[in-house]
Protein backbone atom coordinates (compact mmCIF):
# COMPACT_ATOMS: atom_id res chain seq x y z
CA UNK A 1 0.00 0.00 0.00
CA UNK A 2 1.58 3.20 -0.95
CA UNK A 3 2.15 5.68 1.89
CA UNK A 4 0.14 8.25 1.56
CA UNK A 5 -2.95 5.94 1.35
CA UNK A 6 -4.99 6.89 4.65
CA UNK A 7 -6.81 3.82 6.37
CA UNK A 8 -10.20 4.07 7.64
CA UNK A 9 -11.12 2.03 10.20
CA UNK A 10 -15.00 1.75 10.86
CA UNK A 11 -16.16 -0.31 13.88
CA UNK A 12 -18.91 -0.45 16.65
CA UNK A 13 -16.88 0.76 19.32
CA UNK A 14 -13.83 2.76 19.43
CA UNK A 15 -10.70 1.57 21.39
CA UNK A 16 -11.84 3.75 24.47
CA UNK A 17 -15.61 3.68 25.53
CA UNK A 18 -17.51 6.34 27.68
CA UNK A 19 -17.90 4.99 31.40
CA UNK A 20 -19.97 7.48 33.45
CA UNK A 21 -19.84 7.67 37.44
CA UNK A 22 -20.68 10.04 40.01
CA UNK A 23 -17.22 11.97 39.09
CA UNK A 24 -18.65 12.69 35.25
CA UNK A 25 -17.86 10.09 32.18
CA UNK A 26 -14.23 9.71 31.39
CA UNK A 27 -12.64 7.26 28.84
CA UNK A 28 -11.55 4.02 29.33
CA UNK A 29 -9.87 0.88 27.14
CA UNK A 30 -12.60 -1.33 25.57
CA UNK A 31 -12.58 -4.95 26.05
CA UNK A 32 -12.53 -7.94 23.29
CA UNK A 33 -10.49 -8.79 20.66
CA UNK A 34 -11.33 -6.65 17.73
CA UNK A 35 -9.42 -3.46 20.17
CA UNK A 36 -6.69 -5.97 20.90
CA UNK A 37 -5.50 -6.51 17.59
CA UNK A 38 -6.58 -3.12 15.76
CA UNK A 39 -4.55 -0.61 18.34
CA UNK A 40 -0.51 -2.08 17.17
CA UNK A 41 -1.65 -2.05 13.44
CA UNK A 42 -2.82 1.29 13.67
CA UNK A 43 0.42 2.00 14.85
CA UNK A 44 2.10 1.68 11.61
CA UNK A 45 -0.62 3.72 9.64
CA UNK A 46 -2.49 7.43 10.24
CA UNK A 47 -6.42 8.13 9.56
CA UNK A 48 -9.78 7.94 11.27
CA UNK A 49 -11.24 5.47 13.32
CA UNK A 50 -14.89 5.89 13.48
CA UNK A 51 -16.98 4.18 16.32
CA UNK A 52 -19.49 4.41 18.68
CA UNK A 53 -18.33 6.19 22.23
CA UNK A 54 -21.07 3.64 24.27
CA UNK A 55 -23.07 6.05 25.03
CA UNK A 56 -25.62 8.65 23.66
CA UNK A 57 -24.13 12.53 23.03
CA UNK A 58 -24.10 14.73 25.66
CA UNK A 59 -22.22 18.29 25.24
CA UNK A 60 -19.76 16.82 28.10
CA UNK A 61 -18.98 13.49 26.18
CA UNK A 62 -18.53 15.51 22.78
CA UNK A 63 -15.88 17.91 24.75
CA UNK A 64 -14.31 14.60 25.74
CA UNK A 65 -13.42 13.08 21.85
CA UNK A 66 -12.45 16.97 21.21
CA UNK A 67 -9.41 16.26 18.47
CA UNK A 68 -9.27 12.83 20.40
CA UNK A 69 -6.35 10.74 19.17
CA UNK A 70 -5.08 7.13 19.05
CA UNK A 71 -1.68 7.27 18.28
CA UNK A 72 -1.79 8.81 14.54
CA UNK A 73 -5.46 7.71 14.25
CA UNK A 74 -8.39 10.82 14.65
CA UNK A 75 -11.17 8.99 16.69
CA UNK A 76 -14.50 9.84 15.42
CA UNK A 77 -17.21 9.69 18.13
CA UNK A 78 -20.67 8.32 16.92
CA UNK A 79 -23.43 8.26 19.27
CA UNK A 80 -26.71 6.17 19.34
CA UNK A 81 -29.64 7.28 21.16
CA UNK A 82 -31.49 4.61 23.58
CA UNK A 83 -33.74 2.98 21.25
CA UNK A 84 -30.96 2.69 18.57
CA UNK A 85 -28.42 0.88 21.36
CA UNK A 86 -31.43 -1.63 22.58
CA UNK A 87 -32.44 -2.53 19.24
CA UNK A 88 -29.03 -2.38 17.02
CA UNK A 89 -26.39 -3.32 19.57
CA UNK A 90 -28.41 -5.04 22.44
CA UNK A 91 -30.90 -6.41 20.02
CA UNK A 92 -29.59 -7.20 16.45
CA UNK A 93 -25.98 -7.72 16.89
CA UNK A 94 -26.30 -9.91 20.12
CA UNK A 95 -29.30 -11.15 20.07
CA UNK A 96 -29.30 -12.40 16.92
CA UNK A 97 -25.99 -12.20 14.82
CA UNK A 98 -24.35 -13.32 17.40
CA UNK A 99 -25.90 -16.52 19.09
CA UNK A 100 -26.96 -17.46 15.32
CA UNK A 101 -23.76 -17.15 13.76
CA UNK A 102 -21.91 -19.32 16.60
CA UNK A 103 -24.68 -21.92 15.69
CA UNK A 104 -26.99 -20.88 19.00
CA UNK A 105 -30.09 -20.37 17.45
CA UNK A 106 -31.87 -20.83 20.03
CA UNK A 107 -30.94 -17.63 22.21
CA UNK A 108 -31.81 -15.48 18.90
CA UNK A 109 -34.55 -13.18 19.08
CA UNK A 110 -35.97 -12.53 16.13
CA UNK A 111 -37.78 -9.39 16.55
CA UNK A 112 -38.76 -7.11 13.43
CA UNK A 113 -37.76 -3.81 15.27
CA UNK A 114 -33.99 -4.59 15.66
CA UNK A 115 -33.43 -5.15 11.75
CA UNK A 116 -35.05 -1.89 11.19
CA UNK A 117 -32.73 -0.07 13.41
CA UNK A 118 -30.22 -2.15 12.35
CA UNK A 119 -30.69 -0.46 8.67
CA UNK A 120 -30.69 2.61 10.33
CA UNK A 121 -27.66 2.76 12.36
CA UNK A 122 -25.65 1.18 8.99
CA UNK A 123 -26.79 4.01 7.32
CA UNK A 124 -25.86 6.59 10.10
CA UNK A 125 -22.30 4.93 10.37
CA UNK A 126 -22.27 5.06 6.53
CA UNK A 127 -23.13 9.15 6.47
CA UNK A 128 -20.15 9.73 9.15
CA UNK A 129 -17.95 7.71 6.91
CA UNK A 130 -19.07 9.64 3.77
CA UNK A 131 -18.00 12.74 5.73
CA UNK A 132 -14.72 11.67 6.69
CA UNK A 133 -13.49 9.01 3.43
CA UNK A 134 -11.72 10.72 0.14
CA UNK A 135 -12.09 9.12 -3.19
CA UNK A 136 -8.12 7.14 -2.22
CA UNK A 137 -8.71 6.23 1.07
CA UNK A 138 -8.42 2.38 2.18
CA UNK A 139 -12.24 2.25 4.19
CA UNK A 140 -11.98 -1.14 6.78
CA UNK A 141 -15.21 -2.08 7.85
CA UNK A 142 -14.93 -4.12 11.30
CA UNK A 143 -17.01 -7.24 12.67
CA UNK A 144 -20.63 -8.04 12.32
CA UNK A 145 -22.33 -5.22 13.32
CA UNK A 146 -21.58 -3.45 10.19
CA UNK A 147 -22.57 -5.71 7.29
CA UNK A 148 -24.48 -2.77 5.89
CA UNK A 149 -22.28 -0.21 5.76
CA UNK A 150 -21.10 -0.66 2.06
CA UNK A 151 -24.83 -1.06 0.73
CA UNK A 152 -25.56 2.35 2.01
CA UNK A 153 -22.29 3.84 0.37
CA UNK A 154 -23.21 2.92 -2.72
CA UNK A 155 -26.85 3.58 -2.48
CA UNK A 156 -25.61 7.51 -2.21
CA UNK A 157 -23.96 6.54 -5.57
CA UNK A 158 -20.43 6.66 -3.40
CA UNK A 159 -17.43 4.80 -5.07
CA UNK A 160 -15.25 4.74 -2.03
CA UNK A 161 -12.81 1.41 -1.98
CA UNK A 162 -14.40 -0.55 1.19
CA UNK A 163 -13.63 -3.65 2.42
CA UNK A 164 -15.11 -5.78 5.39
CA UNK A 165 -13.60 -8.49 7.97
CA UNK A 166 -15.55 -10.76 9.68
CA UNK A 167 -14.13 -11.46 13.26
CA UNK A 168 -16.85 -14.34 14.02
CA UNK A 169 -17.76 -17.86 12.70
CA UNK A 170 -19.58 -17.77 9.72
CA UNK A 171 -22.33 -20.17 10.03
CA UNK A 172 -23.50 -22.98 7.65
CA UNK A 173 -26.26 -22.64 5.44
CA UNK A 174 -28.85 -24.81 7.44
CA UNK A 175 -27.79 -22.38 10.28
CA UNK A 176 -27.79 -19.24 8.25
CA UNK A 177 -31.18 -19.85 6.72
CA UNK A 178 -33.05 -19.29 9.37
CA UNK A 179 -31.88 -15.80 9.36
CA UNK A 180 -35.58 -13.63 8.45
CA UNK A 181 -33.61 -10.93 6.75
CA UNK A 182 -30.91 -13.84 4.91
CA UNK A 183 -30.87 -12.45 1.01
CA UNK A 184 -30.98 -8.64 2.06
CA UNK A 185 -27.79 -9.24 4.28
CA UNK A 186 -25.86 -11.40 1.78
CA UNK A 187 -26.50 -8.90 -1.00
CA UNK A 188 -25.46 -5.91 1.38
CA UNK A 189 -21.80 -7.90 1.72
CA UNK A 190 -21.89 -8.66 -1.96
CA UNK A 191 -21.37 -4.71 -1.92
CA UNK A 192 -18.03 -4.74 -0.19
CA UNK A 193 -14.79 -4.69 -2.61
CA UNK A 194 -12.99 -7.26 -0.22
CA UNK A 195 -14.66 -9.57 2.26
CA UNK A 196 -11.92 -11.32 4.60
CA UNK A 197 -12.68 -14.51 7.34
CA UNK A 198 -11.03 -16.04 9.91
CA UNK A 199 -10.99 -19.24 8.30
CA UNK A 200 -11.54 -21.44 5.01
CA UNK A 201 -14.37 -23.34 6.85
CA UNK A 202 -16.04 -19.48 7.42
CA UNK A 203 -15.42 -18.57 3.35
CA UNK A 204 -16.86 -21.92 2.64
CA UNK A 205 -19.74 -21.39 4.64
CA UNK A 206 -19.85 -17.80 2.77
CA UNK A 207 -20.02 -19.24 -0.64
CA UNK A 208 -22.14 -21.93 0.31
CA UNK A 209 -24.69 -19.17 1.66
CA UNK A 210 -24.08 -17.21 -1.38
CA UNK A 211 -24.93 -19.94 -4.08
CA UNK A 212 -28.08 -20.73 -2.35
CA UNK A 213 -29.48 -17.38 -1.06
CA UNK A 214 -28.42 -15.32 -3.96
CA UNK A 215 -28.68 -17.08 -6.69
CA UNK A 216 -28.29 -14.20 -9.46
CA UNK A 217 -24.36 -13.88 -7.81
CA UNK A 218 -21.75 -15.35 -10.51
CA UNK A 219 -19.01 -17.27 -8.12
CA UNK A 220 -15.42 -17.83 -9.64
CA UNK A 221 -12.51 -19.38 -8.61
CA UNK A 222 -8.77 -18.28 -10.57
CA UNK A 223 -6.09 -19.98 -8.46
CA UNK A 224 -6.54 -19.68 -5.38
CA UNK A 225 -8.30 -16.46 -5.34
CA UNK A 226 -12.49 -16.78 -4.74
CA UNK A 227 -14.55 -13.76 -5.99
CA UNK A 228 -18.41 -13.19 -6.53
CA UNK A 229 -19.97 -10.76 -8.79
CA UNK A 230 -23.15 -9.23 -7.90
CA UNK A 231 -25.36 -6.42 -10.61
CA UNK A 232 -21.99 -5.04 -11.84
CA UNK A 233 -19.81 -5.26 -8.11
CA UNK A 234 -17.32 -7.54 -7.52
CA UNK A 235 -16.02 -9.08 -4.39
CA UNK A 236 -12.91 -10.68 -3.48
CA UNK A 237 -12.93 -13.20 -0.57
CA UNK A 238 -10.08 -13.95 1.38
CA UNK A 239 -8.43 -15.91 4.56
CA UNK A 240 -6.94 -14.22 7.06
CA UNK A 241 -6.60 -15.67 10.33
CA UNK A 242 -5.98 -12.48 12.71
CA UNK A 243 -3.25 -12.45 15.32
CA UNK A 244 -1.34 -10.75 18.08
CA UNK A 245 1.11 -8.43 18.45
CA UNK A 246 3.51 -11.37 19.69
CA UNK A 247 6.26 -9.31 20.58
CA UNK A 248 4.30 -6.91 23.07
CA UNK A 249 3.03 -10.12 24.84
CA UNK A 250 6.37 -11.93 24.84
CA UNK A 251 8.40 -8.19 25.83
CA UNK A 252 6.07 -7.52 28.28
CA UNK A 253 5.81 -11.04 30.19
CA UNK A 254 9.88 -10.44 30.43
CA UNK A 255 9.59 -7.30 32.51
CA UNK A 256 11.00 -7.45 36.21
CA UNK A 257 7.56 -6.69 37.94
CA UNK A 258 5.65 -9.17 35.88
CA UNK A 259 7.92 -11.79 36.91
CA UNK A 260 7.94 -10.86 40.43
CA UNK A 261 3.92 -10.92 40.33
CA UNK A 262 3.69 -14.30 38.61
CA UNK A 263 5.96 -15.80 41.14
CA UNK A 264 3.67 -13.80 43.95
CA UNK A 265 0.61 -15.81 42.08
CA UNK A 266 2.24 -18.89 42.40
CA UNK A 267 3.04 -18.86 45.57
CA UNK A 268 -0.04 -17.85 46.89
CA UNK A 269 -1.65 -21.31 45.32
CA UNK A 270 0.71 -22.88 47.10
CA UNK A 271 2.41 -25.55 44.85
CA UNK A 272 -0.36 -26.53 43.03
CA UNK A 273 -0.59 -27.35 39.03
CA UNK A 274 -2.06 -23.50 38.20
CA UNK A 275 -4.74 -24.18 35.30
CA UNK A 276 -6.44 -20.24 33.68
CA UNK A 277 -9.06 -19.58 31.99
CA UNK A 278 -9.42 -16.06 30.48
CA UNK A 279 -12.83 -14.97 28.81
CA UNK A 280 -15.05 -12.50 28.21
CA UNK A 281 -18.21 -13.02 30.23
CA UNK A 282 -19.86 -14.50 26.87
CA UNK A 283 -21.87 -17.80 27.07
CA UNK A 284 -19.98 -18.55 23.20
CA UNK A 285 -16.71 -19.07 25.83
CA UNK A 286 -17.72 -22.37 27.36
CA UNK A 287 -17.12 -21.57 31.06
CA UNK A 288 -20.04 -23.36 32.67
CA UNK A 289 -18.42 -26.38 30.75
CA UNK A 290 -15.35 -25.72 31.63
CA UNK A 291 -15.98 -25.76 35.23
CA UNK A 292 -18.09 -28.67 34.76
CA UNK A 293 -15.23 -30.45 33.22
CA UNK A 294 -13.24 -29.26 36.35
CA UNK A 295 -15.85 -30.78 38.58
CA UNK A 296 -15.90 -34.25 36.54
CA UNK A 297 -12.22 -34.22 36.85
CA UNK A 298 -12.31 -33.86 40.78
CA UNK A 299 -14.57 -36.08 41.06
CA UNK A 300 -13.79 -38.82 38.90
CA UNK A 301 -10.30 -38.40 40.00
CA UNK A 302 -10.05 -37.42 43.95
CA UNK A 303 -6.28 -37.90 43.88
CA UNK A 304 -5.95 -34.98 41.97
CA UNK A 305 -7.48 -32.77 44.80
CA UNK A 306 -5.14 -30.50 46.89
CA UNK A 307 -3.08 -30.68 43.49
CA UNK A 308 -4.62 -28.53 40.92
CA UNK A 309 -6.36 -24.67 40.93
CA UNK A 310 -8.16 -23.78 38.31
CA UNK A 311 -8.29 -19.60 37.89
CA UNK A 312 -10.89 -18.30 35.75
CA UNK A 313 -10.40 -14.71 35.18
CA UNK A 314 -13.63 -13.28 33.16
CA UNK A 315 -14.09 -10.00 31.94
CA UNK A 316 -18.02 -8.48 32.43
CA UNK A 317 -19.44 -7.65 29.25
CA UNK A 318 -22.41 -6.89 27.62
CA UNK A 319 -24.15 -6.58 31.19
CA UNK A 320 -27.71 -5.47 30.29
CA UNK A 321 -28.47 -8.50 27.94
CA UNK A 322 -30.40 -11.08 30.28
CA UNK A 323 -28.78 -14.10 28.95
CA UNK A 324 -25.12 -12.60 30.20
CA UNK A 325 -26.95 -11.85 33.44
CA UNK A 326 -28.09 -15.26 33.74
CA UNK A 327 -24.23 -16.49 32.56
CA UNK A 328 -22.88 -14.78 35.31
CA UNK A 329 -25.26 -16.70 37.76
CA UNK A 330 -24.96 -19.56 36.50
CA UNK A 331 -21.38 -19.39 36.49
CA UNK A 332 -21.20 -17.96 40.53
CA UNK A 333 -22.94 -20.78 41.26
CA UNK A 334 -21.05 -23.31 40.00
CA UNK A 335 -17.78 -21.57 41.62
CA UNK A 336 -19.55 -21.94 45.16
CA UNK A 337 -20.81 -25.38 45.00
CA UNK A 338 -17.16 -27.12 43.40
CA UNK A 339 -15.83 -24.96 46.17
CA UNK A 340 -17.81 -25.93 48.43
CA UNK A 341 -18.08 -29.63 47.50
CA UNK A 342 -14.13 -30.07 47.12
CA UNK A 343 -11.87 -27.19 48.93
CA UNK A 344 -10.70 -28.05 51.84
CA UNK A 345 -8.19 -25.53 54.14
CA UNK A 346 -5.30 -24.77 52.48
CA UNK A 347 -7.05 -25.82 48.95
CA UNK A 348 -9.53 -23.28 46.96
CA UNK A 349 -9.84 -25.30 43.75
CA UNK A 350 -11.28 -22.47 41.79
CA UNK A 351 -9.95 -18.96 42.23
CA UNK A 352 -12.61 -16.66 40.68
CA UNK A 353 -11.75 -13.42 39.25
CA UNK A 354 -14.49 -10.90 37.70
CA UNK A 355 -13.12 -7.63 36.70
CA UNK A 356 -10.54 -6.96 33.80
CA UNK A 357 -7.55 -6.90 34.74
CA UNK A 358 -4.19 -4.68 33.33
CA UNK A 359 -1.76 -5.64 30.81
CA UNK A 360 0.91 -6.15 33.24
CA UNK A 361 -1.37 -8.31 35.76
CA UNK A 362 -2.51 -10.25 32.62
CA UNK A 363 0.59 -10.89 31.60
CA UNK A 364 1.42 -12.51 35.54
CA UNK A 365 -1.59 -14.67 35.08
CA UNK A 366 -0.26 -15.91 31.51
CA UNK A 367 3.26 -16.57 32.97
CA UNK A 368 2.50 -18.28 36.32
CA UNK A 369 -0.28 -20.59 34.55
CA UNK A 370 1.67 -24.06 33.97
CA UNK A 371 -1.99 -25.13 31.73
CA UNK A 372 -4.43 -22.56 30.03
CA UNK A 373 -8.05 -23.99 29.29
CA UNK A 374 -9.21 -22.23 26.30
CA UNK A 375 -12.17 -24.17 25.20
CA UNK A 376 -15.22 -21.85 24.00
CA UNK A 377 -18.00 -23.47 22.20
CA UNK A 378 -17.72 -21.93 19.15
CA UNK A 379 -14.85 -18.98 18.46
CA UNK A 380 -14.05 -16.55 15.34
CA UNK A 381 -10.19 -17.20 16.18
CA UNK A 382 -9.66 -16.48 20.38
CA UNK A 383 -6.72 -14.20 20.77
CA UNK A 384 -6.01 -15.51 24.12
CA UNK A 385 -4.81 -18.71 23.52
CA UNK A 386 -2.45 -16.70 21.31
CA UNK A 387 -1.58 -14.17 24.24
CA UNK A 388 -0.82 -17.05 26.42
CA UNK A 389 1.76 -19.03 24.38
CA UNK A 390 3.48 -15.84 23.89
CA UNK A 391 3.66 -14.88 26.97
CA UNK A 392 5.51 -18.47 28.33
CA UNK A 393 8.89 -17.27 27.71
CA UNK A 394 10.29 -20.24 29.50
CA UNK A 395 8.35 -22.57 27.12
CA UNK A 396 6.79 -24.88 29.76
CA UNK A 397 2.98 -24.35 29.60
CA UNK A 398 0.43 -26.67 27.83
CA UNK A 399 -2.41 -24.87 25.65
CA UNK A 400 -5.86 -26.94 25.73
CA UNK A 401 -7.62 -25.47 23.00
CA UNK A 402 -11.30 -26.24 21.71
CA UNK A 403 -11.36 -27.58 18.53
CA UNK A 404 -13.95 -25.73 17.61
CA UNK A 405 -12.07 -22.39 17.74
CA UNK A 406 -10.55 -20.56 14.95
CA UNK A 407 -7.32 -20.70 16.24
CA UNK A 408 -7.64 -24.35 16.73
CA UNK A 409 -6.67 -25.50 12.65
CA UNK A 410 -3.26 -23.44 13.29
CA UNK A 411 -2.25 -24.54 16.54
CA UNK A 412 -3.37 -27.72 16.67
CA UNK A 413 0.59 -28.87 15.86
CA UNK A 414 1.06 -27.99 19.33
CA UNK A 415 -2.30 -27.69 21.55
CA UNK A 416 -4.06 -30.58 23.02
CA UNK A 417 -7.54 -30.26 21.16
CA UNK A 418 -10.24 -31.04 22.44
CA UNK A 419 -14.65 -30.75 22.31
CA UNK A 420 -15.41 -28.55 24.89
CA UNK A 421 -18.52 -30.02 26.06
CA UNK A 422 -17.06 -33.58 26.03
CA UNK A 423 -16.54 -33.20 30.15
CA UNK A 424 -14.52 -36.47 30.14
CA UNK A 425 -12.03 -35.75 26.95
CA UNK A 426 -11.35 -32.21 28.85
CA UNK A 427 -10.70 -33.85 31.96
CA UNK A 428 -8.33 -36.12 30.01
CA UNK A 429 -6.60 -33.35 28.17
CA UNK A 430 -6.16 -31.69 31.70
CA UNK A 431 -4.75 -35.07 33.03
CA UNK A 432 -1.93 -35.34 29.78
CA UNK A 433 -0.94 -31.75 30.83
CA UNK A 434 -0.27 -32.52 34.28
CA UNK A 435 1.80 -35.36 33.39
CA UNK A 436 3.15 -34.38 30.26
CA UNK A 437 7.56 -34.42 30.17
CA UNK A 438 9.45 -31.09 30.39
CA UNK A 439 10.78 -32.12 26.95
CA UNK A 440 7.13 -32.44 25.35
CA UNK A 441 5.86 -29.43 26.78
CA UNK A 442 8.72 -27.20 25.44
CA UNK A 443 8.61 -29.10 22.02
CA UNK A 444 4.87 -28.34 21.65
CA UNK A 445 5.18 -24.53 23.14
CA UNK A 446 8.22 -23.77 20.41
CA UNK A 447 6.05 -24.90 18.03
CA UNK A 448 2.82 -22.63 19.40
CA UNK A 449 5.15 -19.80 19.45
CA UNK A 450 6.78 -20.01 16.16
CA UNK A 451 3.63 -20.23 14.55
CA UNK A 452 2.18 -17.43 16.42
CA UNK A 453 5.02 -14.73 15.81
CA UNK A 454 5.31 -15.74 12.33
CA UNK A 455 0.82 -15.06 11.68
CA UNK A 456 1.26 -12.53 13.83
CA UNK A 457 -1.44 -9.21 13.99
CA UNK A 458 1.21 -7.18 11.25
CA UNK A 459 1.61 -10.28 9.01
CA UNK A 460 -2.47 -10.24 8.86
CA UNK A 461 -2.63 -6.42 8.19
CA UNK A 462 0.14 -6.68 5.62
CA UNK A 463 -1.74 -9.62 4.24
CA UNK A 464 -4.91 -7.80 4.33
CA UNK A 465 -3.51 -4.79 2.74
CA UNK A 466 -2.20 -6.68 0.07
CA UNK A 467 -5.14 -8.34 -0.71
CA UNK A 468 -6.25 -4.87 -1.23
CA UNK A 469 -4.33 -3.72 -4.31
CA UNK A 470 -5.74 -6.74 -5.81
CA UNK A 471 -9.20 -5.11 -5.86
CA UNK A 472 -7.33 -2.29 -7.18
CA UNK A 473 -6.47 -3.83 -9.82
CA UNK A 474 -9.88 -5.67 -10.60
CA UNK A 475 -11.12 -2.41 -9.93
CA UNK A 476 -8.77 -0.65 -12.44
CA UNK A 477 -9.53 -3.33 -14.89
CA UNK A 478 -13.39 -2.72 -14.94
CA UNK A 479 -12.93 0.89 -15.21
CA UNK A 480 -9.80 0.25 -17.79
CA UNK A 481 -7.99 3.36 -15.99
CA UNK A 482 -5.38 2.71 -13.29
CA UNK A 483 -6.11 3.94 -10.01
CA UNK A 484 -3.98 7.52 -9.54
CA UNK A 485 -2.42 6.64 -5.80
CA UNK A 486 -0.46 3.40 -6.37
CA UNK A 487 2.17 3.38 -8.25
CA UNK A 488 2.22 -0.59 -7.84
CA UNK A 489 -1.51 -1.10 -9.69
CA UNK A 490 -0.68 1.24 -12.85
CA UNK A 491 2.19 -1.30 -13.66
CA UNK A 492 -0.77 -3.69 -13.91
CA UNK A 493 -0.82 -5.51 -17.47
CA UNK A 494 -4.21 -5.27 -19.13
P1 LIG B 1 -13.47 -11.72 21.93
O1 LIG B 1 -13.07 -10.97 20.71
O2 LIG B 1 -14.70 -12.56 21.73
O3 LIG B 1 -13.59 -10.85 23.11
P2 LIG B 1 -10.76 -12.87 22.07
O4 LIG B 1 -10.22 -14.04 22.80
O5 LIG B 1 -10.41 -12.85 20.64
O6 LIG B 1 -12.34 -12.82 22.29
O7 LIG B 1 -10.23 -11.54 22.71
C1 LIG B 1 -10.44 -11.24 24.05
C2 LIG B 1 -9.50 -10.12 24.46
O8 LIG B 1 -9.94 -9.63 25.72
C3 LIG B 1 -8.09 -10.58 24.62
O9 LIG B 1 -7.21 -9.61 24.11
C4 LIG B 1 -7.92 -10.73 26.13
O10 LIG B 1 -6.63 -10.46 26.61
C5 LIG B 1 -8.89 -9.70 26.66
N1 LIG B 1 -9.42 -10.11 27.98
C6 LIG B 1 -10.27 -11.11 28.24
N2 LIG B 1 -10.53 -11.20 29.55
C7 LIG B 1 -9.81 -10.22 30.15
C8 LIG B 1 -9.66 -9.76 31.50
N3 LIG B 1 -10.33 -10.31 32.52
N4 LIG B 1 -8.86 -8.73 31.72
C9 LIG B 1 -8.20 -8.14 30.68
N5 LIG B 1 -8.30 -8.52 29.41
C10 LIG B 1 -9.11 -9.54 29.14
O1 LIG C 1 -15.27 -10.28 17.91
C1 LIG C 1 -16.23 -10.17 18.84
C2 LIG C 1 -16.57 -8.80 19.42
O2 LIG C 1 -17.85 -8.37 19.16
C3 LIG C 1 -15.65 -7.72 18.96
O3 LIG C 1 -16.19 -6.98 17.90
C4 LIG C 1 -15.41 -6.97 20.21
O4 LIG C 1 -14.05 -6.75 20.36
C5 LIG C 1 -15.75 -7.90 21.36
O5 LIG C 1 -16.49 -8.91 20.81
C6 LIG C 1 -16.37 -7.17 22.54
O6 LIG C 1 -17.75 -7.03 22.42
P1 LIG C 1 -18.58 -5.72 22.75
O7 LIG C 1 -18.10 -4.66 21.83
O8 LIG C 1 -19.99 -6.12 22.52
O9 LIG C 1 -18.28 -5.37 24.17
Known sequence: MSR????????????????????????????????????????????????????????????????????????????????????????????ILWPLFHDLQSRCNFDPAYWKTYVGVNDKFADTLLKVAELHDFVWVQDYHLKLVADSVRKVGANLELAYFHYIPFPSPDIFEKLPWRAKILHALLQYNLLGFQTKRDLKNFVSCVKLFVPDAEISNVGDQTSVSLAGNRSLLGVFPIGIDFSEFADGAEDAQVIARAAQIKKDISGCSMLLGVDRLDYTKGIPERLRAFRYLLESQASICEKITLVQVVVPSRIDIPKYCELRLDIERLVSSINGQFGSPGWVPIHYIHRELDRPELLAYYRAADIAVVTPLKDGMNLVCKEYCAAQVDESGVLILSEFAGAASQLKDGALLVNPTDLEGVGKAIQSAIQMSVVERRQRMQRLRTNIKNEDVYQWAKRFFFESRNVQRSLARVSKTPPQDDPEASNVEE
Open 4 to 95: ERRVIIVSNRLPVTVRTSHAGPKLEHSSGGLVTAMCPVLRQHSGYWIGWTGTERTEEIVQLFDDRRCDNYKLVPLYLTGEERNNFYLGFSNE
